[in-house]
């Protein structure tokens, strides 16, 4: 097969980010060849172009050479003037100018800044609640992501809509790791929530991950509904005191717990007197 024919093979898929000064901004998937032509350069030789490349395999500019070189199989110029990265990875993001004199003798340059991207599995949530409990901390799970690049963000939705954390109500906890071989990101999104009482008896949580590319919807986990428990009033109140008694010489210790069995633990207030007690600590036990 010519040459030509086969530069001709290449199917290539542009997603534009937005314009920038002097050229275009485009991404490509990790793994899969990118093909970038050189505006201006003659179909076939006779050519005058050059290809350079600033990118994580380079600490410097790189210029590459037509007739081919060691760097064939990490970017490799067509006899079309087009420069073909048959897999590109996380270390080809980058900038790749070309230079090229087309057959009027007029000088042209293509400017790319490249990155690449890689889409995760879908996200799902570990280590759900069985049931919630109206006006405490409850954990409702943990969204987990692996695989992606960039890292992306996790989102939590209630009831269909974006759950937006306030630090008290609603508080997520996130987690973003990195492989050191692959350079893929795992990501972790904890979310708890203290339910209203009175408020929704069955609410549904799901998880999206969302890379921030254009054209590329969110992943979605799967949603899981939980029940709210209503919490019931204590089944019982005993006073206990030590020493058992409560007698104690002038300037002793007497020790009194209030003992409550209820779920969740309530507030618990000390009255002497008729008159409440100022507390500077209290301390409960479920």
Known sequence: MPAGTAARAWVLVLALWGAVAGGQNITARIGEPLVLSCKGAPKKPPQQLEWKLNTGRTEAWKVLSPQGGPWDSVAQI?????????????????????????RRGKEVKS???VRVYQIP???????????LTASVPNKVGTCVSEGSYPAGTLSWHLDGKLLIPDG????VKEETRRHPETGLFTLRSELTVIPTQGGTTHPTFSCSFSLGLPRRRPLNTAPIQLRVREPGP?????????PEGGIV???????????????????VHWIKDGAPLPLAKTTTQA
């Open 78 to 102: 067509l006899p079309n003037g087009s420069l073909l990265l048959p897999a590109t990875g996380i270390v080809d993001e980058g900038t790749f100018r070309c230079r090229a004199t087309n």
């Open 111 to 113: 400017n790319y800044r």
């Open 121 to 131: 599995g879908k996200p799902e949530i570990v280590d759900p609640a069985s049931e």
């Open 168 to 171: 008290k109500e609603t508080l």
């Open 234 to 242: 204590p089944e019982g109140i005993q006073l206990l005191v030590e």
């Open 249 to 267: 010489a002038p300037g002793g210790t007497v020790t009194l717990t209030c003992a409550i069995s209820a779920q969740p633990p309530p507030q």
